[in-house]
């Protein structure tokens, strides 16, 4: 299986962004909207969604799920469990558009419907700590259906094991490929089905990756 590491993901992005020229907002951009035609997929009955944003680009990821939603008339609301003013770069370039579009709620409320938990991604190395420790807790005991963007926050890239309160996911949304720690079997109570999401990053540098699992480029 083509997967990548926690190094990996971060080099893709950049050299997608330096050496080819994509910028940072069309991958965002490209990640979210592929979430957000998944979450259709699997929200046929168009319950309501609630998106849990962080204060990095999965919590943007969030934002751009939520303004695609709302374009195709479901119903949605994110929610930013950060300081709108530490957002940076594309994360805060979409939190504005969902803002302005009035998607973004001041206070979580109670958890029905689905859940897109769009709270930390690949680059988390430590347990989750208050308040967000405390949000993974109220996610694992809403009982709804939870997708997860890129990975289950909580969740290690590189092992699949657990750093501390991690959500239990009913779906992952992983972008480009699976992550390495996917390779544990541990994991799948975490991640539940994954679902790649391609984000528009240059196949030839795709294949260099693929290139170093002994996967047959495309």
Known sequence: ???????????????????????????????????????????????P??????????GGDGFVIARHL??????????????AKKLTGDAAVNYGAAKASGLVGDQVSALDGW???????????????APYDGVVAQINASRCPV?????????????????GPTVKATHTATFVAHK????NTA???????????????PRVLVDEYKQKTGERPA
């Open 70 to 83: 709302d374009n195709h008339g479901w119903p949605v609301k994110a929610w930013l469990l950060a300081d």
């Open 180 to 183: 390495r720690g996917f390779l």
């Open 187 to 201: 994991s799948k109570p975490w991640t539940g089905e994954v679902h790649v999401i391609d984000i528009g990053a």
């Open 1 to 47: 299986m083509f997967t990548l590491s926690r190094d990996e993901v971060r080099e893709l992005d950049r050299r997608a962004i330096n050496e080819f020229g994509v910028p940072g907002v069309v991958l965002m951009e490209n990640a979210g909207r592929g979430c957000a035609e998944l979450l259709m997929r699997l929200n046929l009955e168009r319950k």
């Open 147 to 163: 997708l997860a963007i890129d990975i289950p926050s909580g969740l290690d890239c590189d092992t699949g094991e657990p750093l």
């Open 115 to 129: 859940v897109v938990d769009a709270l930390f991604g690949t680059g988390l190395s430590r347990a989750l700590a």
């Open 49 to 58: 969604v609630v998106i849990l944003c962080g204060p990095g680009n999965n």
